[in-house]
Structures are given as structure tokens and as C-alpha cells.
């Protein structure tokens, strides 16, 4: 509640007559020059000023912001609400109620934890896509989610009803970004005004516990990914701190072209954003060519702001977002309101006008061609017609022996004619004769073949060869709440059954919408048959493939991919595809747009060039070509303008939060304090408050750490964190086995996260993980330093434990990017690891660690573990650290590495505690410590 009102913002704004109190922002001179995203900053600190944490200097330094200079100026944010899916969401209700008995335990009052601000919890990360291409799909894998998730679901139901403002959109409804922004996003947050009758007006801004929680910049609402922990500590009235960002500017102008999609658009600007390099900062689209950008488009763009690493990707008001909120079944009071709001406070964007950035880029939508991004990374953009060779060229990085001459069966022939046997090669029409595969304009890189017969259930005798398509999905929120990509899509799908393509009978072919709207539209558009006759049948509605919810390939082709070492490839429409995410059978990974996605069904192969090679013979004997069904942009906006109209939004949302009969049929527990039951193996109360003391135990140095893993660049949070299936032989399948649980019931990681057991046996074990330590062995695994021997890394950790030796982590650049998942942190922290050195982190990791009590340091620049000679054998002492216990952050702690000979290896590492309020919550042991010492002191 703001006491302080030191610039006399407040006022009231009348809309169609109901009066409004507001926060102006032109009652302080400075702020009308600054770009829309810290604008949103400055109304937030005018309307939270309380004299103490949020101060009028706060306000001054926004208003004036240099955008030439480094970040400096701390500044407390405090956004409306929270939104949450269930993999992350499920540990913050966890810690929640494990908070209540722990404040009871410090003679505070259990109510006191309770959300102060909205919190919605979308449940779209359980659904697995166990059955696919068959038209019950739908209907057994949501059975199939509530049989594995029972207990979950309970828990989650209860919190629904012990926590006050907490809501729970059940299993079966949509994806978490996707209903963010076609219903929770309010664009104008209103609530009750203290002291008055009226409603006080101010935007909407949020966290979520997903990094794609920035889709919703799209809608103009300033919003962004933060940890489990983080967003814990949101709930509870706690600011996010923050330096005040640069903000770079990113100029849209021109139009995209016909044959372009919104996916071909966005992974150009993840391509370019991180080439410029934007991690830690705002980007902010304006411009003439800001207009021409539809809202789901936009929505898109911002869905992948953490693929490029900026904080936020925001668009600002205008027609554009108004149109929507109407399509969408916004009230036309909300609608008014925003509008009205938006141009009072300098919020609607006006094109002539340019803010102040601190960095310019700018893309002429005119430019953009269709592509694709691969085989590992989103930002690696490949277009679609050097997707052929950019194959070809990575294939090899992924064949054992490929990059020598007589290592595979090598083909560089420029044209070859293949039997009908093969289609594969051939990327043919499956009752087609041979036909000529043109495979190369110009020189194409000489890639390995190693085709294997199989025998499909379905009796279908055929080939597997590296690079055969596999997966091809369409799922994420990414592109399913888009439905130019979407409707797309299916057009393309009925095209190509009209000219009688099949998609390739080895490829598992799966649909999950982002909402019911989706469905919806397809159906009053007639194209349902024409994508099931493909296979792309209902698999569900949630974040499936994108997540790792691929669910298992069939036997046979599983089989003899593992049998033969195959390279296959999974093509989705999603936002990642780092290694080891989609599948355990699947080494290549590539993003891109739902008609492509279909493309890629009917080629059955990445080693495929769709401008020279037919899809299929016609029966006149012409090839036929992707070019032949691609719809043209006109069919695909008159589809849309015919489909799609508000009253679906109204209906599929006018009771989102009940639940089908399955939800509603679960029982639910009661009481303030969550009932745990000591057999579960979903919900376990945490360790994380055990014999905490009423105030923090002093920080201290670090001695005698050993090295648990050594890790390169780009080690993602995929990689650190519990996420996928549970093998049967790692240490958590072990966990789960002795407990009872038979392996087809073991589930997947993000399902069993209010589990600690489970997680912390899963942490750092990514089928793709490479630890140095162990070279040329991927996974888990480390060297145990006490025995010598290669151990699992949650074995070791749990050997260093009982000898009381702590642990560290080295890694390399952009350590710690991905999604925003606070099991990597939480994970990290219980295995003892007490500091992590790299190159440099991703935001989110970065102070998830921090909020577990876990140093980050930095190399100094131009340094590295390779540049000092750490092999990971040493010895690591820091020292240093205790100068936080004086109240201020040292920007160095001296590491010093003692190798197996005696020599040492010194140097000064940079502490990455960027904030006063983030040496606060180190000091505390972590950040949901210092809440809770907070709420039980006040």
C-alpha cells in the first residue's frame, strides 16, 4: 500500500462515467521522454512509493535515465499478479504451504502466507502424447495425465481453496502463455482503491514461472520469466529488484511478404537479437511497420524474447491491441478502459514519435524469407531452402566416424534416381515409381547414409535413415495462439490430401492447440479431416512436444534408431529444441512453422530441398511440389476473417476455471496446513526451512571445494535441470522403484517437481550432458575425487556430503539459459553445490541461484577454466565472501585452485550479486528465508 505520495501523482481519469484513480505520469518531468517499457517502471514506483524500499529517488533516477549507460540505479518492481504452469507452479505451492508450518515454528501466524497479489496457475505441462495419430488420442492421454498426476492434481485443488486470489485453470483448457493472453491479461489491472470508494487503474505487469511468460508483451504488458522462488516472493508482496535496463529499440518497418510466416519473421529477430547480443536488457518495438504487425504476431515475438535473451520483448498499445481485446470477449468497460488509460498516460504508441533507447536495430519486414532453426538452438536460423545442406553439414557432427571418408556409406552424387523402395531418399509420394531427387543446387556437403529396414506395426515394410523426420508437431504456445501459422497449417493439410500426400508412415505425427479456440476454428472452417487425415489428430491441449512430452516412438522404430545409433530428427513448431528436450531418441531438433511442420511430415526426412524436390507424384505424373499446396495469404486471411469470431473466446473461457467432470470429480483436501502424506511420491514436504533459526547464521568462506562437473558454453537449463522421462537405471528411477512405483508409472520429471527426492537424483542428469570430467561420456556422471572412479553425479554428490566436503561448479558462456526453471537452482543447491564459476549466466539462472543460497561467480574477462589451466581435479578455496556479513558486496572473491601437484592457480573472481536486495537474500540463506524472517519480524 503506498503512504507516500511525493509528487503529487495521484489523481482520477473518468471512463464513460465511472471515476479512476491513477498514478499520472506527467506529474514528473523527465518521464514523458522514456521509452513505453519504463514508463510501465516509472507509474509502478509513483504508485509503491512508501518512503522506505521505494523511494522518490527511485522515480528521479527513471526520470533521469541516461540509455547510454551501464545499469546501475537499483529500483524495487512489484508486479500485479503472478502466473504459473504446473511444472513450476506445483513446487511454488509446495513451498508455500511448507512456509506456513515454518512460520508457525517461529511463532508467526500460518495465515500470514497467503498471495498479496493475483495467482493463476494454468495446468498444461502434464499431458504427454503417449497416443498420437488415431482419433481417440485426446480422450486416452488426458486419462492417461489424471491417472499419473492424481496426487498433484488433489494438491493443487487444495491450494485452490487455502490460499486466497489463487486460481487454477484445469488440465484440458489451453497453454499457460496462450490463455494468458485470450483471458487473464488485463492490459489495465483494476482494483479496490484504500481509503476510497473507487477502483484504482494502473497497468497490468506480471511474472510467471515460465520464461515465455513475455508472450504477453505482445498485448502491451510488461511482464517477464522469473524462478519458482521468485515468483514465490512475488506472491508475497515482495518486489522484484532490479537495475534500471537499457533498452533497445527495435524498428519494424515494410510488410512480410507473401509466403512468410510469423515463425520465419520471429526466428530472424532471435537470430538478430542474438548476434547483437541483448541478454539482461528491454527490447521495445516501435515504428511505421509496428501497425502492420498483427497482435498474434506480436504475441509471438514476444513469446521468444527469452530465445534472444533480452528481459522483455514488448510491444506498446495501440488499435492493434484494442481490436484484439475486443475479438477476445474483453468487456467493452475493460476495452474502454485501457484505451483511455493508455492515451492519458502516454502509453498508446504514436509512430511519429521516437523514444530515447540506448541501442537501435531495426528489420524491414519485406526482408524476411521462409526458414527454419537447428539442430540445437533456436537462434541458429537456417533458410528453408539451405535447410538441405545445413543438414548435410550437421549430420556430421552427429554420426560416429562421419568426418572420416570411409566412415559411413557416403553420398555426394548431385544426381541420383531411387528405387520406390527407398523413399527416404527419395522424399517421395509413398505409391509413387522412382523418381529423380534433385539433391543439390550448387555443391551440397557429402552426408552419411545408414539405411536399416523396419517393420512397422502397421505392417508397412520400409527404411530408417539418419536424418528420417520422426516427430514433426505442432505445439507450443509459440505459434498455436497464432492463427495465421495455424489456419496455415491446415490449409496447407487440406491442399495436400487433395493431390493424394500422406505424411511418411514412420514419422508420429501430434496436434496440441494452445486453447479450445483453436479447435474451434478449425471446425467451422471444415479442416479438421483434412490434418487427421495426416495424422495430426487432438493430442491435447498444453505444452506437449515443446516441453519433452513427446511421449515414447513407436517400439519399432525406437528400436532400431538405439539398435543402429540413427541421427534422427523431430521438426515441431515450438520455441526450443535444445538437445535431449523432445525426445531420448531424437539427437536433431528443429524449430518451425506449423505448415512447415506438415511439410516435413510428407518429406519424412531433413535431408530434403522442397524447391527441387517433389513431395509426390500426380496422377498425370507431374511432381508435386511444396510450392504446388502452399495456401496463398489471401485464402489464409479471408479463412481467418470467415472462422474466427469473439463469441468463441466468451464461450470456451465463460467458466475456465471448473474443469470437466474428472477435475471436479477429485476429492479435496482441507485445512490452512497441507496434510502430507509420507507415501507419496509427487508432494513431499521440502527440506528448505529445517531448523532454521529466527535469524541468519553469518556467511562464510569456502574451503577444500571440489570440482562436481565441468561443463562447456551453452549449457542450458535442460541441462541442469530434472526434465523428460525417467530412466529406469538412473539414480531417481532407483528412488521411484524402491518406493513401489512400477516403471510405467514412473511419469516425467516436471510432473514429480514437489518431490525433492526425485529432483534433486535428476539434476545435472541430461542425457546430453557432457561433463568434462568424463570425456566421451554423456549424462549424469562425474568423478567421484574421493574413490577415483566414475560415479553418478547425484551418487558423488551424496559422497562428498557425508565427508563434509562442499562443492563448485565450472562452466563457460551463457551458463544457465533456457527456461526459467528454479529446479535448476533448487537442484544445484541441494547437491551441496556452493558456488558456480563460468564465463557468464543468463539472467534467470543466474539469480535463481543466488535466491538458493548459491554464489555465481565470473571468470575475470577474457579468462576461462581453459585460459587458467582448471582441469576440474583442484582444490577450490574462495575467500572474500564474508565481507557480506559487513553489509556491503565485495565485486570480488579470490579463488584460489590447488592442482593434484601442489602448484596453484589464483585469480579474482567477479561476484555476480548485482543488488543490495539480492546480498539480502544470499545473507538469508535464500530468498524464501528472508521472507519468511520478514513476514514473522514485521
Known sequence: MSTVDTFGSKGTLEVDETSYEIYRLAAVP?????PYSLKILAENLLRTEDGANITADHVRALAAWDPTAQPSTEIQFTPARVVMQDFTG???????????????????????????????????????????????????????????????????????????????????????????????????????????????????TCVGTDSHTTMVNGL???????????????????????????????????????????????????????????????????????????????????????????????????????????????GDAEVALVEAYAKEQGLWHDPAVEPVFSEYLGLDLSTVVPSIAGPKRPQDRIELTEAKEAFATSILDYVDGAHEPHGSDLDGAVEETFPASDPIAAGEHDDSAGVPAQVARGDVARRPHHRVPVTLASGTETELDHGAVVIASITSCTNTSNPSVMLAAALLARNAVNRGLTAKPWVKTSMAPGSKVVTDYYEKAGLWPYLEKLGFHLVGYGCGTCIGNSGPLPEEVSAVVGEHDLAVVSVLSGNRNFEGRINPDVKMNYLASPPLVIAYALAGTMDFDFEVEPLGVGDDGVGIFLRDIWPAPREVQATMDSAIDRDMFTTDYADVFAGDERWRALQTPQGATFAWDPESTYVRKPPYFDGMSAAPAPVTDVVGARVLAKLGDSVTTDHISPAGSIKADSPAGAYLAEHGVARRDFNSYGSRRGNHEVMIR???????????????????????????????????????????????????????????????????????????????????????????????????????????GLDGTETFDLSGVTALNEGRTPPTVAVRATRTDGTVVEFDADLRIDTPGEADYYRNGGILQYVLRSLVSA
Open 220 to 330: 502491451g504488458v510488461l511482464g517477464w520469466g522469473v524462478g519458482g522462488i521468485e515468483a514465490e516472493a512475488a506472491m508475497l508482496g515482495q518486489p522484484v529488484s532490479m537495475l534500471i535496463p537499457r533498452v533497445v529499440g527495435f524498428k519494424l518497418s515494410g510488410a512480410i511478404p507473401p509466403g512468410v510466416t510469423a515463425t520465419d519473421v520471429v526466428l530472424t529477430i532471435t537470430q538478430q537479437l542474438r548476434q547483437h547480443g541483448v541478454v539482461g536488457k528491454f527490447v521495445e518495438f516501435y515504428g511505421d511497420g509496428v501497425a502492420q504487425v498483427p497482435l498474434a504476431n506480436r504475441a509471438t515475438i514476444g513469446n521468444m524474447s527469452p530465445e534472444f535473451g533480452s528481459t522483455c520483448a514488448i510491444f506498446p498499445i495501440d488499435d492493434v491491441t484494442i481490436d484484439y481485446l475486443r475479438l477476445t470477449g474483453r
Open 90 to 204: 506445483v513446487p511454488c505451492i509446495v513451498d508455500l504451504a511448507t512456509m506456513r508450518e515454518a512460520v508457525a515454528d517461529l511463532g508467526g501466524d500460518p495465515d500470514r502466507i497467503n498471495p498479496l497479489a493475483p495467482a493463476e496457475l494454468v495446468i498444461d505441462h502434464s499431458v504427454q502424447i503417449d497416443v498420437a495419430g488415431r482419433a481417440d488420442a485426446f480422450e486416452r492421454n488426458v486419462a492417461l495425465e489424471y491417472e499419473r498426476n492424481h496426487e498433484r492434481y488433489q494438491f493443487l485443488r487444495w491450494g485452490q481453496t487455502a490460499f486466497d486470489d489463487f486460481k487454477v485453470v484445469p488440465p484440458g483448457t489451453g497453454i499457460v502463455h496462450q490463455v494468458n493472453i485470450e483471458y487473464l491479461a488485463r492490459v489495465v489491472m483494476t482494483r479496490p482503491a484504500p481509503g476510497t470508494t473507487l477502483l484504482r487503474a494502473y497497468p497490468d
Open 762 to 868: 535428476g539434476t545435472f542428469a541430461n542425457i546430453r550432458l557432457r561433463n568434462e570430467l568424463v570425456p566421451g561420456v554423456e549424462g549424469g556422471f562425474t568423478v567421484n575425487h574421493l574413490t577415483g572412479e566414475q560415479a553418478a553425479i547425484y551418487d558423488a554428490a551424496q559422497d562428498y556430503a557425508a565427508a563434509g566436503i562442499p562443492l563448485v561448479i565450472l562452466g563457460g558462456k551463457e551458463y544457465g539459459s533456457g527456461s526459467s526453471r528454479d529446479w535448476a537452482a533448487k537442484g544445484t543447491s541441494l547437491l551441496g553445490v556452493r558456488a558456480v564459476i563460468t564465463e557468464s549466466f543468463e539472467r534467470i539462472h543466474r539469480s535463481n541461484l543466488i535466491g538458493m543460497g548459491v554464489l555465481p561467480l565470473q571468470f575475470p574477462l577474457g579468462e576461462s577454466a581453459a585460459t587458467l
Open 30 to 34: 523527465g518521464l514523458d521522454r522514456l
